[in-house]
């Protein structure tokens, strides 16, 4: 296994810049996720890796090769389509010997290879079938042997679950790693889908615009997010967001004034963020944690079960808040309740440049 | 009369005047000893003139000839076709002018063409033969032994366009994902388009050989005007057969029914091959 190290990577077609200068590095055996907005670049760093995808400036490095100019078959990787990509006028059997059968295999080894993949991903009994016959989550599991049999220095997925219902998708996910675990694979897997980003990665790289937002564990990235697009972009419902202005001993919000130390200048225009779910009961903060206590007007609940979201309004706007189940009947429609926000899960931004300031 | 009925009654009657009844008179005529010469003495005759067609060498010949032409300029068509297709596919700036270019030969009535070749490859006054010769080549085109082939080679001239068209329709009409993955599997060119493309391209191929066997079986305006059947009946096929039966020597009898003997031949012909596509 080898790691992967993009240096400077650039890419425009025509005159649209679509990277704009990527520096990554994958250590071996990491499972590493690409995740962003549609149209962040995220599919086209990944199809350049692949090598489908001819590069525009700088440099891609698996292990202590340089790939940049190689054909994608002189790289050793796999890539996993997100429509699967199966040759349809071949059997299951084929479709994944053929990467196999391309390098001159011997068909004995080919064949023990394909059975023992298609066992690991139990479809063992599929092999004599052809793509059509399948269902979505079989023909995945193909392309997922596919890649396995090859064993690549590099596997690559470019959003593989998203064709699945939901259900299987959270099975597949479980599945993938579990199958990570077992092959100690280096992985680099493309999604726009943040909860697989945070179940599966080792390390969240965040593409915004053609540019790396923030790279970091899930942890990292749910709780010290670097930006403001970051914070918006990861958690479920989205961070709320404040406009609010450095004042002497604290900060001016819209909704009331917070203590919060910052070393910002007085007057910099700042925006505040704080997570659905660490809105607080005043009675749940000490006097310390409490940063600011904010009366709240309940507008909707939505029960999701054993937890829901209440939509709440505030100085004329609107707020998420994430509650347990027990607590949801104090929220009914037009009440006024008083809510605290905890000093250590603020998020504070610049205005300006969308930077992390503090928090 | 109910109104749906009436609404196609003008049709159905331009069919029955054109299509219908020359149908049925044909085959009424190829049970008839039916002479130009002789109109005032047709006679019935029964399957007769059938089983002249099973005893008549010359018709023999022009099933073979025909056949022969068929099955060599399809094939020509084929390869030159799907190979030209596979280069314009990649050649992407070039394909609208190329498409352009290569579509003027499909537009020249077949007579025309005949006659440019039978110019072109004329061996006293032939372009090309003057300038084959310049470099030592001579080759006469339409003796004996090669006049078929030209024949081949000029139906191919103007019908390859025709499979260019199709399979380049045909290559851009293939998912773009399995042939990236074949790229990340590791598969070389050959061995993604033996692999790959020919299957995936398998029936775009089998309708173009059908549209296009049946069309060469029809083959009659180039043998008319270049060679006549000639030299002796080394190009003889079954149409001009037909026509020489029927319009130089006035025996529509027998010429009807060598007609339907073709017409049944080129069903047999579409079967075999829609079965072949139907086949998964």
Redesign the interface.
């Given at each position: 296994m080898s790691g992967v190290q993009l240096k400077n990577l650039r890419k425009s077609f025509g005159l649209t810049e679509v990277l704009k200068g990527i520096n990554l590095t994958v250590e071996s055996r990491e499972f590493t996720v690409l995740l962003g907005p549609s149209g962040c670049g995220k599919s086209t760093t990944l199809r350049m890796l692949a090598g489908l995808e001819p590069v525009s400036e700088g440099e891609i490095w698996i292990g202590d090769r340089n790939v940049t100019d190689l054909e994608p078959r002189d790289r050793n990787i796999a890539m996993v389509f997100q429509n699967y990509a199966l040759y349809p006028n071949m059997t299951i059997a084929q479709n994944m010997g053929f990467g196999l059968k391309a390098k001159k295999m011997p068909r004995a080894e080919i064949s023990a290879r394909v059975n023992e993949a298609a066992a690991m991903l139990n479809i063992a009994d599929l092999l004599a079938r052809r793509p059509k016959e399948l269902s979505g989550g079989q023909q995945q599991r193909v392309a997922i042997g596919r890649a396995i049999v090859r064993e690549p220095n590099l596997f690559l997925f470019d959003e593989p679950l998203s064709n699945l219902d939901t259900k299987l998708r959270v099975e597949m996910r479980t599945e993938l790693l579990r199958l990570h675990r077992s092959l100690d694979a280096t992985t680099i897997y493309v999604t726009h889908d943040q909860e697989e980003a945070m179940t599966m990665a080792n390390r969240i790289v965040v593409m915004n615009g053609g540019q790396i937002e923030q790279i970091g564990t899930p942890s990292e990235i749910y709780f010290k997010p670097n930006s403001r697009m970051v914070a918006g972009f990861i958690g479920s419902p989205a961070m709320n967001f404040v406009d609010g202005r450095v004042g002497v001993d604290g900060l001016e919000t819209s909704i009331g004034p917070v203590a919060h130390p910052t070393k910002l200048a007085s007057g910099d225009a700042v925006i505040l963020g704080f997570r659905p779910d660490d809105l607080y009961f005043p009675d749940e903060l000490t006097a310390y944690q409490a940063a600011m206590s904010v009366d709240f007007t309940a507008e909707f609940v939505e029960l999701l079960g054993a937890r829901g979201i209440v939509t709440l309004r505030a100085a004329g706007a609107e707020f998420k808040g994430v509650f347990e189940e027990r607590f949801l009947h104090r929220f009914a429609e037009g009440a006024t309740v008083a809510l605290a926000l905890s000093r250590d899960r603020l998020h504070l931004f610049s205005a300006t440049s969308g930077e992390r300031v503090g928090g | 009369m109910h109104l749906r009925f009436r609404l196609i009654l003008p049709l159905a009657a331009a069919m029955t005047v054109i299509m219908a009844y020359p149908l049925v008179f044909s085959a009424w005529i190829s049970f008839h000893d039916y002479r130009l010469t002789r109109l005032q003495d047709v006679r019935f005759r029964g399957v007769e003139n059938y089983a002249f067609i099973l005893s008549d060498a010359p018709f023999g010949r022009a099933l073979v000839n025909t056949m022969t032409f068929v099955a060599g300029a399809v094939s020509i068509e084929l390869v030159l076709g799907l190979g030209l297709a596979l280069l314009l596919q990649r050649l992407v700036r070039f394909q609208n002018f190329a498409r352009a270019v290569l579509l003027a030969p499909m537009f020249i009535t077949p007579i025309a063409v005949g006659l440019m070749f039978r110019f072109l490859l004329n061996s006293e006054l032939g372009v090309i033969p003057y300038y084959l010769a310049t470099i030592g080549v001579e080759i006469a085109w339409f003796d004996e032994r090669l006049a078929l082939f030209s024949l081949m080679l000029i139906d191919a001239w103007q019908w390859t366009p025709f499979m260019l068209l199709m399979f380049l329709a045909g290559l851009e009409a293939l998912?773009k994902?399995?042939f990236?993955?074949?790229?990340?599997?590791?598969?070389?060119a050959w061995?993604t388009f033996w692999?790959?493309t020919l299957?995936?391209l398998r029936p775009v191929i089998l309708v173009a050989l059908i549209i296009r066997a049946l069309d060469a079986f029809k083959v009659f305006e180039y043998v008319w005007a270049i060679t006549r059947g000639g030299p002796g009946d080394a190009t003889e096929t079954i149409l001009f057969h037909i026509y020489k039966t029927g319009f130089r020597f006035f025996r529509l009898g027998e010429a009807a029914a060598m007609a339907y003997v073709l017409i049944g031949i080129l069903m047999f012909l579409v079967i075999v091959l829609y079965t072949a596509m139907r086949r998964r």
């Open positions: - | 998912p994902d399995p990236e993955a074949a790229r990340v599997d590791g598969a070389s061995i692999n790959l299957p995936l």
